[in-house]
């Protein structure tokens, strides 16, 4: 790495964490590093070989908040955090596939790219796009809604963009997302459930009475919003693993994954000086070495448990009659799934 030109050293970097394309991530840095003076070169080489550089720290975080950029308003960060929330149930479809198992891979992202303006664009792991449908296309069930409420979608050519209604500036785009694809995607999420679900998301352009009443009583989402877009936006820094699961309570958000990077690695990727979180910092909390990524230490602090696995928890009891039970359902839309995409994957 040393005998590689500043410039590369950051494009691999971003790439390390985000798993985009190398050509996307040199669009994405061009027009800072086009712009970097001498002073700057000399902060970003000594940033690049000491992770506790600490002189021109402000230097630093100004420069770092211009090569990946963080989400726009809160609004968006909500978005991207249901989006994580649905991945969870995602990775479990995605085992139920036939031929799979628990310890087949069930990544749901393949790579994020952060833009400039605050938005994402996020590309999709083969298979992910039905899986995470489930549980993010929002539906009424009696008094609430379930999934993102007020999301919505506008198909392009080659990619689907998901907004929310109430908050259009907020946006997520799926690259890659064809409309015969998001058909039998929606398709397939609507027949693992035992009753056709009441979609909110294709009935009105605006909010349904039903997302209004929700938004009324409850909070869009949950858990640390700010946290779980940065790392969503930093997703890759899992690696190799098989999968990853979200979930969050109150200030608390947990990330779980199977035979992939290691713990402290991972937690110190997350809190690079240059495409890390830099208001944040790791801390290892107990003799078992769970990492913890704090974005706001004290009472109360806003958190991220890393746990890493050496294999995939086995469900036991009822969870385990629970998956059986709704396995062949699921195998039968998986097979329907990929019979209506059988050209977009020859």
Known sequence: MP???????????????????????IEQLRPTLAGLTRHH??????ALHDADYRADAEQVIDLASHFLGQAASQSQQELETEI?????????????????????????????????????????????????LVDLLPRAVEDEVWGAVGL????YRRCVELYLADQPQARVFLSGVKAKTWKAAVAFAQSVFDEPP????????????EERKDLG?????????????????????????????????????????????????????L??????????????????????????P??????????????????EGDAMLTRLSSHSKVSHAWLAYWASTSEDQA
Request: aromatic fraction near 8%; charge should be positive; charged fraction near 20%.
């Open 271 to 296: 809190v690079n000086n240059l495409f890390g979180m830099p208001e944040c910092t790791v801390d290892r909390t107990d003799a078992h070495a769970t990492y913890s990524i704090v974005d706001q």
């Open 152 to 155: 919505r979608y506008r198909q």
């Open 198 to 209: 009441r979609w909110t998301w294709n009935r009105s352009e605006a909010l349904t009475w």
């Open 41 to 46: 070169r000399r902060v970003l080489e000594a």
């Open 217 to 269: 009583q409850w909070t869009r989402t949950h858990g640390p919003v700010a946290l779980t877009s940065g790392i969503l936006r930093r997703h890759n820094a899992f690696g190799g693993a098989l999968w990853s699961k979200w979930w969050a309570s109150g200030n608390h958000l947990s990330i779980e994954w199977p035979d992939g990077p290691p713990r402290d690695e991972t937690a110190y990727l």
């Open 298 to 315: 004290g009472p109360g602090d806003v958190n991220a448990a890393l746990r890493s696995t050496t294999m995939p928890e086995q469900p």
């Open 84 to 132: 994580a929330w649905a991945s969870r149930k995602a990775v479990d479809y995605l085992q139920l596939r036939p031929g799979c198992g628990f310890t087949c891979s069930a990544r749901v992202f393949h790579s994020a790219t952060p833009s400039p303006h605050g938005t994402l664009t996020l590309q999709l792991c083969p298979d992910a796009l039905p899986a995470l």
């Open 3 to 25: 005998n590689k030109a500043l410039e590369e050293q950051l494009v691999d970097r971003r790439i390390q964490v985000t798993g985009e394309a190398r050509s996307l991530a």
